[in-house]
């Protein structure tokens, strides 16, 4: 068969000869990036059949046919299940390996261990969350947003802020608060596994916007003799007990906030723009005082946008800047490079700042009066 080495492209007034390989990728490329969301779809559905816990309670590689008389699905429905495994398959989130001879079964893999729902680090509370149609809503007035004056696509979409939202709504906001603190039990091993550092010597700290205190109760164990606060909104610490060292401060962050040795800021400022940013710092700052011969100090713990993008990886990256987009249309926040962390950082007053990049996907910022 004779292959054509190029094909012409006619626009209105432009005329280009491209090559038939490349022509194809172009095409594939734009399939694979307009059908991104299949794959969110797919693996909420397995999640939701309960396919990973499956599996993993199988013990060994699980064939096909076993598997699919484990799920609670119609008799008719059989032959789909082969449809779901071979995209995740694909995805990486299982593995097909041969059992003995020539049977085949499937695993799983570090990607969808981590989404086990008895897994102690377990992601599963983000995938009703993230995949909600309240969110997966934002996107088709996303265009209408950029040509009106509405603070945030969620406010085109739901006509109020997403905090608002969820006063009105506590199931959502118990499944968000949920998924927050299976992120946190990870980011805290890791902060404490890498970061002890940052926590060792303080007498005291609050975790502003801390959520139902995952990564506080965790300070509070591993520094007994620091008097941690979790301060959140009202509602969202109104039934929660303290302990010890450890309780729980209802109010708004703009307002006031509780003054200690030390402030931490995990996945908060990325919620909110760079002038709210700047409030928000500047009540840290006001909350840390100037003690004499203080170790105050506000703790960051956010994502941050690398400057170039062929140094890092790619998966990590494209997380990254979804995170960003996410953060646009909920909040009107934003993922930021260092660049614009130093901005708002010397913006609320400080002096200077040091960033771990310890954390793989997220880095820590103590940041100094
Ligand atoms: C994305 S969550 C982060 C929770 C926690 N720091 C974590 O990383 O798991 C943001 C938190 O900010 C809280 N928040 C929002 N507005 C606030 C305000 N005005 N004052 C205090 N907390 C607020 C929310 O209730 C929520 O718990
Ligand atoms: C649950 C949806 C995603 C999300 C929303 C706000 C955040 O601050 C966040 O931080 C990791 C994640």
Known sequence: MEESKSLRVV?????????????????????????????????????????????????????????VSSLPVHHSKAPFVYRIMRILVHAGFFRLEKIDGEEEGYVLTLASKLLLKDNPFTMAPFLPVILHPILTSLW?????????????????????????????????S???????????????????????????????????????????????????????????QPHVVADLQGSNNLKYVGGDMFDSIPSAEAVLLKSVLHDWTDEECVRILERCKHAIGTRNGSKGKVIIVEMMISENDDE???????AKLCFD?????????????EKEWAQIISGAGFKNYKISHLLGFRSVIEVFP
């Open 325 to 337: 987009m996410m953060m646009m249309t909920m909040f009107n926040g934003k993922e930021r490079s």
């Open 11 to 67: 626009n209105k007034d432009l005329v280009v000869e491209e090559n038939a390989t490349e022509l194809l990728e172009a095409q594939a490329h734009i399939f694979s990036h307009i059908y991104s969301y299949v794959n969110s779809g797919a693996l909420k559905c397995a999640a939701q059949l309960g396919i990973l816990e499956t599996i993993h309670s199988h013990g060994k590689p699980m064939p096909l046919s076993h598997l």
């Open 174 to 232: 118990q499944k968000f608060n949920e998924s927050m603190a299976s992120d946190a039990r990870l980011a805290t091993r890791m902060v404490i596994e890498r970061c002890k550092g940052v926590f060792e010597g303080l007498e005291s700290l609050v975790d502003v916007g801390g959520g139902t205190g995952t990564m506080a109760k965790a300070i509070a164990k591993e520094f007994p003799s620091m008097e941690c606060t979790v301060f959140d």
């Open 140 to 172: 088709d007035p996303l265009s209408t947003w950029f040509q009106n004056d509405d603070p945030t696509p969620f406010d085109t979409a739901h006509g109020m802020k997403f905090w608002d939202y969820t006063v009105l709504h506590p199931d959502i």
């Open 312 to 318: 890092v990886d790619q998966v990590s990256t494209q």
